[in-house]
C-alpha cells in the first residue's frame, strides 16, 4: 500500500501542474489577444461607446454572483462524493443544483430587464443619443445572463473531475472571442449592440460546449437523477456564504479608487488605478493555481488526510516560490518599466506605488492558499465573516492614511489589509483544521518574512542589479533548502534539529 502511494504522489503531483498549466494558458492567453485588439477597438469605437463595452465586460463577469456560490458548491460537493465511495446520490445533486442554478439565471434575467433604464440613467448617465443602442446592448447581455450563470455549475461540475483542460481549451476561445468579435463588428458597425450581440452568443455557445463535455466525461446523463427538496439547504448553506464573500470581495477591491476621488481627486486616480489594474491582471498566475487545488482539497480531505496536509504544505511552498521570482523582479525594475511604458512624469509618480501594491499582491497570492483550504473543507462561513471583519477596519485605514501620505497611503492600506487578510486566514484554518496549526504558524513567519526582505529590496538605496543578485541568492536558497529540507524557511529546526 505504501509503495502505491509513493507511486501515486508523483503522477498526481504532475497531473496537477499540466493542470495549472492548462489554467495559466486558458486565462493568459486572452490577455496577449487584449493587448493587440484593445487599441484597436478604442479607435474603433470611441472612448464612450468603448467605455460602455468595458462595463458589458464586466457586467458579465460580476452578474455570475446570481449562481450564488452554487457552483463553487457543486465543485466541492462532487469532489467529496468522488474521493469517497458515497456517490449514490451525486446523480441528484448535479441535477438538484443545475436546475437551482438555471432558475437564478431568470431571476437574473429578469432583474436586468427592469433595472436596465434605472442603470443606464441614473447610475451610468449615458447621454441621450447612445440611450436606445446601450438599452438594446443590454438587454441583449440580459438573454445571454441564464447561460453566463449556468456556465459556472457546468464549470465547477468539470472542476468537480479534473477535466482543466476542456475547460481552458473553452475558456481560450471565449476570451479570444472577448476582444476579436467586437473588432470584426468594427467591420460592419461601431455600435454597441451589435457588439453585445456577438458577446452574448459567444457566451451562449461557451455554455453548450461545457455541458457536452460535461456529458463526455459521465458527469451528466450517466443516471437520471432528481431534483430533490431535501439537498437544498445542503447546497445553498455552503453557497449563500461563498456568495457573502464574492460580494464583499469587489467591494474591497474597488473602494480605493471611490475613496482616492472623494478625499483627493480624481485627477490623481489614474497615478493608482493603472497600477492596480497592472497588478489585478498578474493576479491569474496564482488564481490558475488556486482553481486546481480546490476540488483537490475537497477530495483529499475526507478521503486521505494526510494526503491533503502534504498537498497543502507543497501548495504554499510552490506557490511562495512561483511568486516570489517575478514579484521581485518587477519590484525592482518597476521604475524603469513604468518609465518605458508612460513617461518619466507618470513612473515618478507611481513607481512607489506599484512596488507597495506589489509586496501586497505576493502576500495575497500565498493567503488565497488557506482560503482556498478553508472553503474547500466546509468553511466558507469562516472566509466570509472574515472579509465582514476587515471591511470596516479597510475603509478606516484608508481614509487615514490617504490624509497622512496622500495617494501612496491607498496602497499602503491596500497591502495592509492584505496582510492582516493573510494573518487571519492561517489563523482560523489552524484553528478549525488543527492538524495544519503549526504549519499555518510557520507559513505565517515564513510569509512576513519574504515580505520584509521583498519591501527591502523595493526601497533600500542600492543598485539595481546588486539588489537583483541578493534576490536570486535568496529565491534560490529557498527553492533548493526547501527540496532538501522538506520543510519551509521557519521550519528549519526539524532540518537541522534544534530544539
Not at 513607481?351 to 502576500?363: A, E, P
Request: glycine share 8%; net charge positive.
Amino acid at each position: 500500500m505504501d509503495l502505491k502511494n509513493k507511486s501515486e504522489k508523483p503522477r498526481n503531483l504532475h497531473q496537477m501542474m499540466k493542470n495549472v498549466g492548462w489554467n495559466l494558458f486558458g486565462t493568459g492567453f486572452p490577455l496577449i489577444i487584449a493587448v493587440y485588439a484593445i487599441p484597436q477597438l478604442i479607435e474603433g469605437f470611441g472612448s464612450t461607446r468603448f467605455g460602455l463595452l468595458t462595463l458589458i465586460w464586466a457586467m458579465i463577469g460580476y452578474f455570475s454572483i446570481f449562481d450564488l456560490g452554487l457552483g463553487r458548491a457543486l465543485t466541492k460537493l462532487v469532489s467529496e462524493r468522488l474521493g469517497t465511495a458515497q456517490q449514490q446520490d451525486l446523480p441528484d445533486l448535479v441535477k438538484t443544483s443545475i436546475a437551482l442554478i438555471a432558475s437564478l439565471g431568470v431571476f437574473a434575467t429578469l432583474f436586468v430587464f427592469c433595472g436596465s433604464t434605472w442603470l443606464l440613467r441614473e447610475i451610468l448617465h449615458v447621454t441621450p443619443d447612445l440611450m436606445i443602442e446601450s438599452s438594446y446592448a443590454v438587454w441583449v447581455l440580459a438573454i445571454s445572463l441564464p447561460f453566463v450563470v449556468l456556465s459556472s455549475a457546468l464549470i465547477g461540475l468539470l472542476e468537480a473531475y479534473k477535466e482543466f483542460k476542456q475547460i481552458n481549451l473553452i475558456r481560450v476561445t471565449l476570451g479570444i472571442s472577448n476582444f476579436l468579435g467586437p473588432l470584426i463588428v468594427l467591420h460592419w458597425s461601431n455600435s454597441i449592440y451589435y457588439a453585445t450581440t456577438v458577446l452574448a452568443l459567444a457566451r451562449i455557445l461557451s455554455t453548450i460546449l461545457y455541458g457536452r463535455c460535461c456529458y463526455q466525461v459521465g458527469a451528466l446523463g450517466k443516471t437520471k437523477g432528481k431534483v430533490k427538496k431535501s439537498l437544498f439547504r445542503q447546497i445553498f448553506k455552503f453557497g449563500a456564504w461563498i456568495t457573502v464573500s464574492n460580494i464583499i470581495s469587489p467591494i474591497m477591491v474597488q473602494m480605493d479608487r471611490f475613496v482616492i476621488s472623494s478625499v483627493l481627486s480624481v485627477s490623481v486616480l489614474a497615478y493608482y488605478s493603472v497600477p492596480a489594474d497592472m497588478i489585478n491582471r498578474l493576479s491569474f498566475f496564482p488564481a490558475a493555481i488556486i482553481s486546481v487545488l480546490f476540488p483537490a482539497f475537497s477530495s483529499l480531505w475526507v478521503s486521505k488526510r494526510e494526503s491533503g496536509i502534504a498537498l497543502f504544505t507543497r501548495s504554499c511552498r510552490i506557490m511562495t516560490i512561483a511568486v516570489a521570482i517575478p514579484t521581485v523582479f518587477i519590484v525592482i525594475y518597476a521604475n524603469q518599466g513604468l518609465e518605458i511604458w508612460l513617461g518619466t512624469n507618470f513612473s515618478a509618480k507611481s513607481t512607489v506605488i506599484f512596488q507597495w501594491l506589489l509586496i501586497g499582491f505576493f502576500v495575497n497570492s500565498i493567503a488565497r492558499i488557506p482560503h482556498t483550504l478553508l472553503q474547500s473543507t466546509g468553511h466558507p462561513d469562516a472566509t466570509a465573516k472574515l472579509h465582514l471583519l476587515e471591511l470596516p477596519i479597510y475603509g478606516i485605514v484608508l481614509w487615514w492614511l490617504l490624509n497622512k501620505y496622500g495617494v501612496i497611503g491607498a496602497a499602503i492600506a491596500w497591502t495592509f489589509r492584505i496582510s492582516l487578510d493573510m494573518v487571519l486566514l492561517f489563523i482560523t484554518a489552524g484553528t478549525l483544521l488543527p492538524t495544519i496549526k503549526r504549519l499555518c504558524w510557520n507559513w505565517i513567519g515564513s510569509t512576513l518574512f519574504f515580505t520584509v526582505i521583498i519591501s527591502g529590496l523595493a526601497f533600500l538605496n542600492l543598485g539595481n542589479h546588486l539588489k537583483l543578485i541578493m534576490a536570486i541568492g535568496l529565491v534560490s536558497f529557498y527553492g533548493i533548502f526547501s527540496y532538501l529540507a522538506k520543510t519551509d524557511v521557519i521550519g528549519m529546526k526539524k532540518f537541522i534539529r534544534l530544539k
